[in-house]
């Protein structure tokens, strides 16, 4: 077991799969917990080393997104905009239907657009500035898109 955090660095071996930071810390017990964010369908590997210092070791993570029954949100564009709405965005995602809700910071977006290839085009609600959570429900099914936009 390591005396003190150990510095690990990651790199996906393949774009457009997931999303994982650069670099994440061990607890002072060697155990570490990495956030792995889906940004398609598809595999990949995670190439995971350690510094010199720490012996240089390296090893591979084997990652596999698969799409479930209900709404994914895999990115928001632009990511931006002003507090008082009204901002055209275009959500990419999965399993998008005219029945799906969308709500940006908890508040319903102003007009939602279900595109015949599954993309969403949606007008953002006036929301006090910050960054937000996006939210899609389709039924009984609902997804989080962690700090998906910043007002």
């Known amino acids: 077991m390591p ?24 607890g002072a017990d060697g155990k570490v917990v990495i956030p792995v964010r889906a940004l398609g369908i598809g595999s990949t590997i995670v190439g995971i080393s350690l510094l010199d210092i720490n012996g240089g070791a390296s090893f591979d993570l084997g990652v596999g997104v698969t799409l479930g029954p209900g709404p994914v949100a895999t990115n928001m564009n632009p990511a931006l905009g002003r507090s008082s709405g009204g901002q055209g965005v275009t959500i990419s995602g999965f399993n998008f239907s005219d029945r799906c809700a969308f709500t940006l910071g908890g508040v319903p977006a102003a007009e939602t657009v279900v595109q ?5 085009f949606l007008l953002t609600p006036p929301h006090d500035a910050g960054t937000v959570d996006l939210a899609v429900r389709c039924g009984t099914r609902a997804f989080v898109l962690t700090s998906a936009f910043t007002y």
């Open 116 to 120: 015949p290839n599954g993309t969403v």
């Open 3 to 26: 005396a003190s955090p150990v510095r690990l660095l990651l790199q996906p071996a393949k774009a457009g799969i997931v999303s994982v930071p650069d670099t994440v810390l061990t």
